[in-house]
């Protein structure tokens, strides 16, 4: 989705810390993780970032340690080997993929994974159903992304406006009798309340 964004609206994706995370970043955010963090879904999302990074030797071992433990986790696994390990029959790739939708939420995760189980069996309807259903979340992201940068931009210009018209104020801005403080001061206040705004919306996705 991010390879059809204008080249100057990836520019300020990037400038405003919005753009994409790489792999290798979300398997580095996975890995700080704590015990108290981690669960059976929580490795097989990253056992799915492994394996699309290409990293089967890791993605690989953590299968194998999921495999050993309880009914939930073997499934799991089962799922999970079917997509980077070992390839499943079409019959079988079509039981995993309605049991996936079946007990796993719909995400990116879910959906890569079914796809990545269709392009094992080169079963194209169930590819291309995955697809959709993974350009279809990203245009949605891209536009909540696009929403919250253009409130960002509107809060900071808004308050480089303000402070332009404090500054020029005769006998500098007053509220009642007190003076404000000093435009420079409060034109960096502004800009940092700003930067926070637009940082702390972009959380929120």
Do not use: K
Not at 108 to 133: G, K
Not at 136 to 147: E, I, Q, S, W
Request: hydrophobic content about 45%; some cysteine; overall charge negative.
């Amino acid at each position: 989705m991010l390879g059809r964004v204008p080249q100057w609206e990836r520019r300020i994706l990037e400038l405003t810390g919005s753009d994409p995370e790489t792999f290798e970043e979300a398997i580095e955010r996975f890995d700080e993780f704590d015990d108290e963090q981690r669960s059976a879904r929580t490795e097989l999302n990253l056992v799915v970032l492994l394996g699309e990074a290409g990293l089967l030797e890791r993605a690989g071992a953590l299968i194998e340690a999921l495999d050993g433990a309880d009914t939930t986790t073997a499934q799991y696994a089962r799922w999970l080997e079917a997509a980077y390990l070992d390839a499943p029959t079409p019959e079988e790739a079509t039981a995993m993929a309605d049991e996936i939708h079946r007990e796993l939420p719909d995400d990116w995760f879910t959906d890569t994974l079914v796809r990545r189980i269709a392009t094992r069996v080169d079963d194209q309807a169930l590819q291309s159903r995955a697809e959709a259903a993974i350009e279809a979340r990203g245009r949605t992201l891209l536009m909540r992304v696009r929403l919250l940068s253009a409130a960002g931009a509107a809060v900071l210009v808004l308050s480089l406006v303000v402070a332009w018209r404090l500054r020029r104020s005769p006998g500098g801005a007053r509220v009642a009798e007190a003076p404000l403080p000093p435009p420079c001061g409060f034109i960096t206040s502004l800009i940092r309340r700003s930067c926070a705004y637009a940082a702390a919306s972009l959380i929120t996705l």
